[in-house]
């Protein structure tokens, strides 16, 4: 008894939540065959297992596979442009006042407007292939990594520089030995939130004016009433989001572990 | 030299204003002289003016924003009276916190949206689905800041309330309120943005008014100025919002210099 | 006449989740006496912040008493104050009001409050910075806001944990003059633990030696300077013979803890 107790107390955390999402799963399997649904509502539902077996059945058939290669290279295009701009120019405003006055108004105004709000105009200017997906994802991607990385930089320890620059450094070698080496927490914490708006990208770039790709799939199959399609899309994207963020939150927890400040963002 | 220092003070404001309307007046030149303006494809800055009086005064975009903004007052209204009392209980009860943690980050990483629009074929069309949306998208910023707020407060403050006699309310007024209220203002902050993400997916998939809506109109009538100035009108509320809460959190908490990157 | 503070056999043992038992005091006994100034000294994690937590009610002893005035202590009260090393003022309030606190807490009315507030004001050479809030004030303010608001309820004792530390020494210097006008006028009885032995002894009426871990009373030296005290004591040699006799005791304990520490 007393093991499990100690057991208990060590792995409480995960058994508490894991429990409880474990719980969730298991009343949405098992209630709708103990409650009727009022008849509208059963056409659009659907049950875990259900969902999983569909998943299966769209791998088995092959159906499933090109959409999520669309998404996938979506979502990567995306996520590289993003972090190929979006670190120079973050370093760049975060070093030059002059850059910075210039850019902030639009900076400000861009991140404060969801980037959706762009989407008829992309797929105006780019039509309803794979670009205007890869453009929507870019610029979502882009703030999180373009502010962090400005953050980033411009926390910098004025201390550490003058130190670095009491030996002589140039702007280039403080850049290297101080500046990045600052950054990266931040900019870790910025490629995290990144990932996640990219995903929305993805998903709500294909909603609207697309042919393939997991979003796609999921809007055209709620239409067709399919639920458990809708599921299947969504718990791909769930399980990705958890796939690709959780990793870099391990490397995030390391590294602001000197820098709290840094992962105060959402 | 005077004028030298004022500069200085006031470099990032004449800066970023000398760039906008350097931008302006460039975008305007441009396509005006320089390159031919293609009609269905781009627009310019005059033209978009031109729009934006005509749709404001004349056309519907006055009623649309209002209806959008329904909708999201709505949404946002429950999202702060749902999001706020669940972060409070899971800052406060560490079991609270690791049961519900897991779940709600998982519900908070998934793209939500990708829910929309089997919401919408469930809910039907017009303001239900579009404030569920909202309410589900916004709800997440206020738990997890007002959850992080609660957790932070200052073991030392609440030693200092009970030592002074304080009992439980006290603690709660008079330290633990106050302390988290700069996090709420920061969640809100971020849920403003969500929200609208939610009020736009709702109006583009499946509606018949709203800026999203119109936006999306525009754009399948190519008609550009139009369209633009929708998107500005949207712009100016979001940052209106975003850096007036902005400006709220630095007044709550001035003894918080420098945090949290946009 | 009933000491007014007294300690007798406390023991505290800390329990912390997955972590091994801490004892942090054993069978510590104490005797104060109304008006009295004692300092308590003692190596790190000796248990004497935890005493004063005892003192002023957050804490309950495993066993052992802790009697004010006779009768037992069972929470915080109105007659007993702190000040804490690390200040404690509620940032999103004013001067003025974080000196209110405890008024405020004790539902006295607004009114009453303000004057009162505003005697500790002028006591405390505070004025003009009513309305300034914590963060604009340097150290030795913050820590001038936190004695007033610790008398504003006009304690019969007050609690002081290492108050100065965080202050650079020559604020330090002034408030410790400052504290000793102050606890001259008010008659009040002050415990106050430091880690400075100069300090202890310049100040108090006892010092109070406390062993290393778990924390008992190890040895205490009765200060026979004159009062008032003033600046040019702490030069005289009868002072550093003092501060000796208080060093040798303390050495003892601080090597215990090293070879304690060391294990």
């Known amino acids: ?86 670190l120079p120019l973050g370093l760049v405003m975060g070093r030059s006042r002059t850059v910075d006055g210039m850019l902030d108004p639009f900076v400000t105004a861009f991140n404060a407007t969801p980037r959706l709000i762009f989407l008829p105009l992309f797929i105006l200017w780019l039509g309803i292939g794979i670009w205007s997906k890869i453009v929507i994802v870019f610029i979502g991607a882009l703030f999180p990594l373009l502010i962090n990385t400005y953050e980033g930089v411009k ?16 702007e280039w070698q403080v850049m290297k030995v101080v500046v990045l080496p600052n950054s990266v927490p931040y900019i870790i914490v910025g490629l995290r939130l990144a990932i996640g708006r990219a995903l929305l990208g993805v998903v709500v770039g294909e909603f609207f004016g697309a042919s393939k790709g997991l979003g796609f799939m999921i809007a055209s199959a709620a239409t067709n009433y399919k639920a458990d399609v809708v599921f299947v899309g969504v718990a791909i994207f769930m399980g990705l989001a958890l796939l690709l963020t959780l990793p870099v939150k391990k490397i995030e927890s390391k590294l602001t572990r000197w820098r709290p400040e840094a992962a105060k963002t959402f | 030299m005077g004028f030298k220092e004022k500069y200085y003070e006031y470099q ?38 031109v729009a934006f009086r005509e749709q404001i005064f004349g056309g519907s975009l006055w009623s649309d924003l209002v209806i959008s903004s329904k909708a999201f007052i709505w949404g946002f209204s429950l999202a702060i009276i749902v999001g706020i009392p669940i972060g409070a209980v899971m800052g406060w009860r560490r079991r609270v916190e690791y049961t519900l943690d897991p779940f709600l980050t998982a519900l908070y990483a998934s793209p939500l949206v990708a829910l929309a629009p089997l919401l919408i074929v469930v809910l039907g069309v017009g303001l239900v689905p579009k404030v569920f949306l909202v309410f589900l998208l916004a709800v997440f910023p206020f738990i997890f800041n007002t959850a992080a707020g609660v957790r932070a407060t200052d073991r030392l403050l609440i030693n200092v309330v009970r030592s002074f006699g304080g009992r439980e309310k006290d603690l709660y007024l008079k330290v633990i309120f106050p302390s988290t209220l700069p996090y709420i203002v920061a969640g809100a902050r971020i849920a ?71 | 006449m009933v000491p007014c503070i007294q300690a007798k056999d406390i023991t505290l043992t800390f329990k912390p989740k997955n972590r091994d038992p ?47 005035n006779g009768k037992q202590i069972t929470g915080p009260g109105q007659e007993r104050a702190m000040v804490f090393q690390e200040f404690g003022l509620l940032p999103w309030r004013t001067v003025l009001a974080n000196i209110e606190l405890g008024l405020e807490l004790k539902g006295i009315q607004p009114s009453v409050r303000r004057e009162r507030a505003m005697e500790l004001i002028k006591m405390a050479g505070l004025i003009g910075f009513e309305n300034h809030y914590p963060h604009e004030l340097s150290g030795g303010m913050k820590q001038r806001v936190g004695l007033a608001r610790a008398l504003a309820t006009d304690p019969e004792v007050l609690l002081m944990d290492e108050p100065f530390a965080a202050l650079d020494a020559q604020t330090r210097d ?18 106050f633990v430091t880690h400075s032995i100069e300090e202890a002894a310049y100040l108090s009426d006892r010092v109070v030696v406390i062993s290393a871990r778990p924390g008992r009373t190890k040895d205490i030296i009765k200060i026979h300077l004159p009062r008032p005290r003033d600046y040019e004591m702490r030069l005289s040699p009868e002072f550093n013979e003092i501060k000796a006799g208080i060093w040798s005791t303390l050495k003892e304990e601080l090597i215990t803890k090293r ?5």
């Open chain 1, 1 to 86: 008894m007393n093991t499990l107790v100690s057991v208990y107390r060590e792995r409480e955390q995960t058994i508490l939540g894991g429990g409880f999402i474990l719980l969730l799963i298991l009343a949405w399997e098992f209630i709708p065959s103990l409650v009727s649904l009022p008849r509208g509502l059963s056409l659009f539902f659907t049950t875990p297992l259900t969902v999983v077996q569909t998943f299966y059945q769209l791998v088995v058939e092959n159906k499933i596979q090109s959409h999520f290669y669309i998404s996938a290279i979506e979502f990567a295009v995306g996520l590289a442009m993003a972090i190929a701009v979006g």
């Open chain 1, 155 to 170: 926390n910098v320890d004025r201390v550490l520089v003058n130190v670095v620059r009491s030996f002589g450094a140039n």
């Open chain 2, 12 to 49: 990032r404001p004449i800066l970023g204003m000398v760039s906008v309307v350097g931008l302006v007046i460039l975008w305007e030149l441009v396509f005006t002289y320089l390159i031919p303006l293609n009609p269905f494809f781009f627009t310019k800055p005059s033209l978009i003016a």
């Open chain 2, 192 to 262: 403003i943005g969500r929200g609208i993400v939610g009020i736009l997916v709702g109006e583009f998939y499946a509606a018949s008014e709203g800026i999203g809506f119109a936006i999306s109109r525009f754009g399948d009538t190519y008609m550009l100025p139009e369209m633009f100035s929708a998107i500005l009108v949207l712009m100016i509320v979001a940052v209106a919002l975003t850096e007036g809460l902005r400006k709220l959190e630095v007044v709550l908490a001035p003894w918080r210099v420098g945090q949290e990157a946009r």
């Open chain 3, 22 to 68: 801490v004892a942090a005091l054993k069978s510590l006994t104490l005797d104060v006496s109304q008006g009295e100034f004692v300092s308590i000294v003692g190596p790190s994690g000796c248990g004497k912040s935890t005493f004063l937590n005892i003192l002023l009610g957050l804490l309950k002893p495993d066993t052992g008493e802790m009697r004010l």
């Open chain 3, 174 to 191: 002034l408030m410790q003059a400052e504290l000793l006008q102050i606890w001259d006028r008010a008659k009040k009885t002050v415990i």
């Open chain 3, 259 to 263: 070879a304690g520490d060391g294990v």
